[in-house]
């Protein structure tokens, strides 16, 4: 269909309001991937709002929002909608709408556009709106022809920290492209702006990432803490107690999804004691089985336990197969929280580090503040005088296990929401775990905290420059070299040694 | 050392079948075809659907009759993941089981790792799986496609007007061979399509990487450049973690569309999709490709994978390298019965030039010279029940170029295939 | 496997048929390569899959055996010696592929456009240059790591897991592509060693009386290791370091040179292994092998020299007809011997059979 | 190396310089530090000046000072907790002290010294808990106590010589187990288990030896006969024993410090310190 027809068309379409909705969606479907293409680019420009309805449904992947039929648009056309459907929400009444139809357009707003932004611009009221359509229009404003449009956008964009914002102005500053000397300097200097601003926002990221990383280390090595500090066996199957956490969530999904469709949202809330008990019982199962003929045998403890472990994986495989399963965010774990334009925190990471601490603090009440954390202190410093004092050791020592078994299968249900849910899950994490109890301390929590925290953020810094392989090896070099230092770890009680 | 065979109803008794000579104990002879896939340690996710599929083209070979009035007979080892133990047990079925034919391997290690030992026996391999070329054996014949068969039409795809018209490519890979390869072979392709190195970005991370959080805040960096492709030769486990992190710090498909050549209906079926929809995937096959001949193969493999209570049996897919075995395992048959033997040699001179009419939708050929399948390379939309929306494919089956002309030397490579390369 | 039973039989004037059986046994080791030379068809041609079969097995033995003194003698608990195995390997590996590429570069280096050999990479076209690196390398690694790791003090599961963080971190970095050692894929298709067809059945059985000949040389080195004062300085370090500190012996120097040594016969072992499966690749450096070769040392009974050779041959006999009979149960069975035999079988098979032995 | 019998050196000549053959050699230097080389002229064989230790705040030992004279058997008493254990890490380098001066004859500084130095230096310590290396017999306990070159080398190439046999054999005969030489160590009972600590340490002919609770444990015979051994060792080395069995100690000791909450509370004959009023304090309560 020729461009003016079309073009016809199109108006005889806006003369009929009524009308328009319907056949837009039947014109709309009939066309080619091209004509659609085209069709929501002139619907960007020239924003109808009876058009509303068609393109929140096309986003939807919809013809109409009561039609079930799937759509298939491709990832372009899907661009346009969205960037349509912006042009379109401009025209709403709600200014929050607004907003974010001028922040969706300064990432996608096309040349033809302008006239309409422009419009827009000058009739807006709400100060937040007003300012996003500047930026909006800045974008597009760099290529006008007055000079003076051009320096005004450039001062504009030297405001934010948008990425975007920098390949703008750089591409300005090529040779040859802007002949104005004024707009060269603005440009200038609004790119030294933009690029301070970017850094702060990358330094920001990076130690963002290394405090999640940490805390995953933490919730991973937490439950070895305590049985490893505290009991002093070789737990080479905690990994699996993390595994068994991220499974019983995985089984929670299902059994919420199929008795409790409604609560699905909050099911990892519902996993978090169901994980902790699987994974506790199957500890101190374990505990009263194998590893009470081991203690003070630490060596045998670790291959017994190793042993266990693959055990573990074998049966998951078993009944679950060795397909890794699946384990859905809820969409309060999905996302995350823009901060700056070039800075963004996922929900989950968030969720998870407030949670890893407050599992530090419950770990801590726990020994500090209750009376069996006492009998575990007690049985930890002198197992026979403890005995003497009526502290049944072997109790004791079964909740200990239990405990940090059940910890683990809390970190379990946090690994679950941000990586795979398979039979291997905990092989990946044994040697870091380790790795940070040796670090911090044996049997010190707050140790446990700083070599996770710390661990985590050096190989996040590490990572950018040198790879995520050398830094990892780096790191394990820093530890060695460290424990000729301190050989006790970061936070151990001096004291008279036993022997 | 004694084997198993997974002895089904139609096997009567064990016997031995060696080339020219044979002698039947009690019953009918049987031809023995090895599968040589890993059914535990790491591998067993990807390559146990593999064995399972053989296992099934077989039986139905034998329901037709099997071949040249002969029924075979699978023998199955495990080699566990372990790449030495590939060569090993790869020698125990050619020497002790003396088997007509082995289907197998998955990674490119576990193939370099037996390919010495069928060039040394003169053996007869069936490789299924997507690889990254650079080799060429008599005694291989190769299923899956060749880079130029989906790596660089998924990039054409990308620099069309439909795919986004992409500007800058940022290549991230596992770090092992085949996405080193492949990435080797785009750079050079996207050199000749005018893309400057600064607007290409390769990084690696390793095996089981799961912290995905410095590269995607990179492609974030990167992407701000212009309008960004993500080519993933991200391997196996690792995927998960990426394309969440890459959801969760707010790129969407839309912005920065990934194509990965790793990612299949198989390992979808282990991913919470909802993260990946609107990204794309390059094969030559998919599941939802709607034709009779691929209905009856889906139809086929769930009632196969009902009736033999395979785990997820309820949720059984099908994809490329299965796709890739079963067709792999009928042009052997076919060939064996134009040959009339299963003698190696002859084997492989019957199978050039072979056709099939594979559930792809396509006749699939068997190239003359080239050891490798003339296939079609179709680029699939992820979509929220773990299939793929096909959104674009090429309209005839292209030749596979195991020496790919990007790579430096290639040219000089003979197109024909030749022991020890 | 001949040495250890002589051993026990000298120590405990023992019966006479345990002499016998280990006659026997190096007898068949002895004649296994030269029945493979047979023609084949023969029937008591034995088969280049039995002889590289027993191979492997012969130097997993050595491995034991390298890791029992260690561990059961000075009670050091390595979950790294995987490491020095695939470092001896891939130094003989080195050597393999310069041999099989002729002058040019590697396959896999042309492959990933290396222009140049890399400087560890130099003289490795030489077999003597070669053999210098299967001791150098593993024996340098192990000095370096034992001298912090002893210097501090680090003993009992510190050790335990600062080695297997060792082994993690050695097979990261030999999964990097850019470290030049063929990254995941490894080496591979080997062609000649010394000018010699590597597939040639005659290559085999000489590889195949070296891997006999290190074996037995070691057992031989264990022994006098063993019933010299140095072996019983070592007995005391691990009972009551403290007690032989204060009796002026410096445990460093001990630990050291028995873990140096050690890896050194680790990557004499690799070395060997390499050429008869015709692969070396980062996975042999993965934690899982390492502790795997604990339980052999510990099933077979870990202070005695037979042990570990009793326990490698059991455990890799029942890996591989439990893989083929019941792949699915293969883990559950090693996972069951790991229990069991720190449970119940402390001393592991060879204590189990002197118990029998002395009633 | 057989030791050279001293003459036996009685209270009244501590203070006299002992000088002897060995005093050329740098008592600093390599290899093997010979017991009799070591610079006693001021008489004393420790001194201990102001030694300070403190875990985490908590002060273990506190300004503590202490002389041992050649020949001369200490004993040492007091409470639990009162930094006998502390004291005896501290001489053998096993702690480092916080702060304070330590040495070995006049001219050894301990606080520079690793613990295998002090060791070869000639200090033993027999430990609280019996120590024995279980898994040797008695004989090879004793054969790996023996002054001798103890680098890994030597150890490699080591024989044992006659005289070194019959130096074995002799001690042996001393601590009454020469009828268990081939006997495993581990399979000793507790007292016997005792005397071969003892025996190693004679073995060592160190020329301070450091005895932790040497009778707990023993039958009354054998804490007869261990007070009998001791006496006699005294004069040709010299002894610090710390002990809880008062009855023991004042079959023993003619010089007794009781040490209290990490200082040294009084000092002097068995009687003299059981009249202190403080010590009876501190043992008794208020």
Redesign the interface.
Known sequence: MPKALQRLFLGLLLLLPLAAQAADADYFIAAK??EQ?RLLQDWAAQPDPARLELLSSLQQGRIAPDDTRNL?L???L??LV?NALASHQLLSADAEVRLAAAQQLQ?SAQPAQVAFLDRRFASEADAAVHAALGLALANLQLVDSDPAVRLAAVRLLGETGD??A??RLQALLEPGVESNAGVRTAAETSLAQVKRKLLFG?LL??AF?GL??GS?LLLAALGLAITFGLLGV?NMAHGEMLMLGAYATYVVQILVQRYAPGAIEFYPLIALPVAFAVSAGVGMLLERT?IR??YG????????T??????L???I??L??????????PAWL???L?VLP?L?L????LVIIAFALFVVLLTWLLLNRTRLGLNVRAVTQNRNMAACCGVPTGRVDMLAFGLGSGIAGLGGVALSQ?????P?LGQ?YI?DS??VV?LGGVGQLAGSLWAAFGLGIAN?LL??QIG???G??LI?AL???F??KR?QGLFA?????I? | MKRRSLIKAFTLSASIAAMGLSWSIQAAETIKVGILHSLSGTMAISETSLKDMALMTIEQINAKGGVNGKLLEPVVVDPASNWPLFAEKGRQLLTQDKVAVVFGCWTSVSRKSVLPVFEELNGLLFYPVQYEGEEMSPNVFYTGAAPNQQAIPAVEYLMSEDGGAAKRYFLLGTDYVYPRTTNKILRAFLHSKGVADKDIEEVYTPFGHSDYQTIVANIKKFSAGGKTAVISTVNGDSNVPFYKELANQGLKATDVPVVAFSVGEEELRGIDTKPLVGHLAAWNYFESVDNPVNSQFVADWKAYAKAKNLPGADKAVTNDPMEATYVGIHMWAQAAEKAKSTDVDKVREALAGQTFKAPSGYTLTMDKTNHHLHKPVMIGEIQDDGQFNVVWETEQPLRAQPWSPFIPGNDKRPDYAVKGN | MNQPLLVTASQKAGPRWTLAIGAVVLLVLLALPLLSLLPAGHSLQVSAYTLTLVGKILCYAIVALALDLVWGYAGLLSLGHGLFFAIGGYAMGMYLMREASGDGLPAFMTFLSWSELPWYWVGTQHFAWALCLVVLAPGLLALVFGFFAFRSRIKGVYFSIMTQALTFAGMLLFFRNETGFGGNNGFTHFRSILGFEITAQSTRAVLFLLTVALLVASLYLGWRLARSKFGRVLTALRDAENRLMFCGYDPRGFKLFVWVLSAVLCGLAGALYVPQVGIINPSEMSPTNSIEAAVWVALGGRGTLIGPLLGAGLVNGMKSWFTVAFPEYWLFCLGALFILVTLYLPRGVVGLLKKRGEQ | MRAIPLPPVHPEFMLEPILDAGSGRDAIGLGQRRGEGLDVRHGTVLTLEDINVSFDGFKALNSLNLYIGVGELRCIIGPNGAGKTTLMDVITGKTRPTSGKAWFGDTLDLTRMSEVQIAQAGIGRKFQKPTVFEALSVFENLELAQKADKSVLASLVARLSGEQRDRIDEILQTIRLSGSAQRQAGLLSHGQKQFLEIGMLLMQDPQLLLLDEPVAGMTDAETEFTAELFKSLAGKHSLMVVEHDMGFVGSIADHVTVLHQGGVLAEGSLEQVQADDRVIEVYLGR
């Open positions: 991937a091209n293409a298939r491709n990832n372009r899907r661009g969205d990432k990425p975007m920098r390949t990358e990221g990076q990432s999640s990383l995953i070789i194998v003929h081991l045998r630490p060596l045998e403890t670790l291959l017994a190793w042993g266990i472990s693959l055990i994986i074998q049966a495989r078993l679950f197969g060795a397909q890794n399963v699946e384990v859905a965010n999905s996302g995350g823009q070039n963004v996922p929900y989950s990471r941000i990586g795979n849910v398979g291997d990946s040697i380790f790795l040796v996040k990572e950018p995520a392989v050398l990892k090896i394990l530890i060695i070299l424990i000729q050989p009680l001096k004291g008279r040694v022997d």
